[in-house]
């Protein structure tokens, strides 16, 4: 049954999940002690999204909270109503990479606030692993082969964001966006779509 929990499709997964019982996330949670705050999502989440930029999304009325990571269901954290509109690009994203529904796809994705991707690969085992900046995966010091994706500006004339996908060498999906979730306002949602999706032609091409 573990081993469904981290499956290679993010479908089986969140059946997996659905099928733990409470004595067994009693035992996960454990195993997730170390879990960073602001960091909203799911024990066994098949997408990892990486961040080191400060949160600037809170919402001045609304207070966050901080709960257990989740299993079998969308953590409540990617559902928080800040001004900025990030959490809404965290729902885009994760439901164009993952392609479930949008509580399905948040059922089997994590956005780690701060903390070392490494921690997380232990816990989670995800098959995707997205940075939101660069000095996340700068600070992760990961070695590999990628294949370079821009999307331009739409205000600024010349202004163009690289992004990327590539894969580590134990297969392991990784990118790194053309620009922050936070950031939404200097790119058009179609490309940065269309980069998103590109991570499937990508997996395409090379298999899990």
């Given at each position: 049954m573990e081993s469904d929990l981290y499956a290679d499709e993010p479908a089986v997964r969140l059946s997996a999940a659905a099928r733990v019982t409470a004595r067994q996330r009693k035992a996960l949670l454990k195993r997730a002690s170390a879990w960073p705050p602001l960091s909203p999502g799911a024990l066994n989440a098949w997408l990892l999204l990486v961040t080191t930029k400060p949160p600037v999304w809170r919402d001045p009325l609304?207070?966050?909270?901080?709960?257990?990571?989740?299993?079998g269901e969308a953590h409540a954290g990617f559902f928080y109503p800040d001004p900025l509109g990030f959490w809404s690009e965290v729902r885009h994203w994760s439901t164009t990479l993952v392609q479930l529904g949008m509580a399905e796809s948040l059922a089997v994705t994590s956005l780690l606030h701060g903390a070392s991707p490494e921690w997380a690969l232990e816990v989670m085992?995800?098959?995707?692993?997205?940075?939101?900046?660069?000095?996340?995966?700068?600070?992760?010091?990961?070695?590999?082969?990628?294949?370079?994706?821009?999307?331009?500006?739409p205000y600024r004339r010349g202004k163009v964001?690289?992004?990327?996908?590539?894969?580590?060498?134990?297969g392991l999906l990784v990118g790194k966006a053309p620009q922050h979730p936070a950031a939404h306002k200097f790119y058009r949602r179609e490309d940065m779509h269309d980069f998103l999706r590109s991570a499937t032609r990508h997996m395409a091409r090379t298999g899990y």
């Open positions: 609304v207070t966050w909270t901080e709960q257990p990571p989740a299993l085992h995800p098959r995707v692993v997205l940075f939101l900046d660069e000095p996340g995966f700068q600070a992760a010091g990961w070695d590999l082969d990628a294949e370079a994706h821009h999307i331009e500006d964001y690289e992004g990327w996908w590539g894969r580590r060498a134990d």
